[in-house]
């Protein structure tokens, strides 16, 4: 197998976000989607008084991060969880607050890097796409048991697939005379189904449906619906939660959950904000940043990034809570 990579997306940046609440002696970051531990190993380095709690549901990722971090000694903790089980994992921890809660959402490179993990379309694997390998339905199952409806909303919402109920219609049929294995078979079965002249536009003609596929098996968007709330929650005054999102449903709940968390609850008609009333949270970054064109040559992956970043200035006590 070979030796995945992984170039962290906006790094200078993400960590210029995190530096100012990680200042203090005993700052803690988590981490939510370790990785290879690029974002983390950063911080490590530019924020010495700070350490790292490292989550992720992948077990060959934490392995590897582990390994890399190790250098930073107990300065680094990895966790096996799905980043919605945030509250759990800092009970587990004894950490009531945290000071910053970094999100880069999506498939890594290290997972598309591996061909097993069958989340690339560009070469023949087993259609897997699971981020953590040892439980849970698998994109093979996802295609052999889903109905036809059931395929056409993944596609169309998760992959925004102009050409969803087409391509289920034909998925459903193609199964009953052998069910999907690899991911040759459904390459090919798209390459069929799209018509040429959409193939020739927008990436690869796969690309839309891996996504969905990889959203649905993961349970993505629930799971962030969950989490960045719980982020917010999670975080001391000076914190900070940073998210970077690659996807428009992904981006729109972030965006969501940050504007709820900073909305003052003040009657619009009153003329000023009384003592106390105002939001316990506040906007980092004005919408969301995006990668220049420099990032993007040195990083393709930068290319659809969405970078969202709050802090809290009031105590818990004075918001109305990020989830309501």
């Given amino acids: ?17 995190l530096e100012p609440a990680l200042a203090h002696e005993g700052a ?29 549901r992948d077990t060959v990722a934490l392995e590897m991060a ?17 980043y919605d089980e945030l509250p759990d994992v800092l009970e587990e ?5 945290v000071d910053a809660v970094l999100f880069d959402l999506g498939v890594s490179s290290m997972q598309l890097d591996v061909r097993e993990r069958g989340f690339a379309y560009a070469e023949d694997a087993p259609l897997d796409m699971r981020m953590d390998g040892t439980g849970g339905a698998t994109a093979a199952d996802v295609l052999n048991t889903y109905s036809a409806a059931e395929l056409t909303r993944v596609l169309r919402d998760f992959g925004e697939e102009k050409f ?10 193609e199964r009953e005379r052998e069910p999907f294995r690899t991911s040759a078979r459904l390459v090919e079965l798209l390459y069929a189904e799209i018509p040429a002249p959409a193939r020739r536009t927008g990436g690869h003609p796969a690309k839309r449906t891996f996504q969905a596929l990889r959203m649905e098996v993961n349970d993505e968007l629930s799971v962030l619906r969950r989490a960045v709330p ?73 290319a659809s990034v969405r970078l969202r970043a709050i802090e809290r200035v009031r105590p818990a006590g004075h918001d109305r809570g990020a989830a309501s």
């Fill in 1 to 17: 197998m070979p030796a995945p990579s992984h170039v962290p997306v906006l790094l200078d940046r993400v960590v210029s976000l």
């Fill in 28 to 56: 803690v970051l988590v981490d939510c989607t370790l990785g290879l531990g690029g974002h983390s190993e950063a911080v490590l380095e530019r924020c010495e008084l700070a350490r790292v709690v490292g989550v992720d």
């Fill in 66 to 82: 582990g390994e890399r971090l190790a250098r930073f000694g107990d300065r680094f903790t990895g966790v096996h969880a799905v």
């Fill in 93 to 97: 921890l004894g950490l009531p607050t």
């Fill in 164 to 173: 969803a109920r087409k391509i289920a219609g034909a998925v459903v049929r």
């Fill in 230 to 302: 719980a982020a917010i929650d999670a975080i001391a005054v000076g914190g900070r939660v940073v998210v970077e999102s690659y996807h428009s449903l992904e981006d729109r709940l972030v965006k969501q959950a940050f504007a709820a968390a900073t909305r003052s609850t003040v009657p619009l008609d009153l003329p000023f904000v009384p003592e106390g009333s105002e939001p316990a949270l506040r906007l980092v970054t004005r919408g969301a940043e995006k990668a220049n064109t420099q990032e993007i040559e040195d990083n393709p992956r930068a």
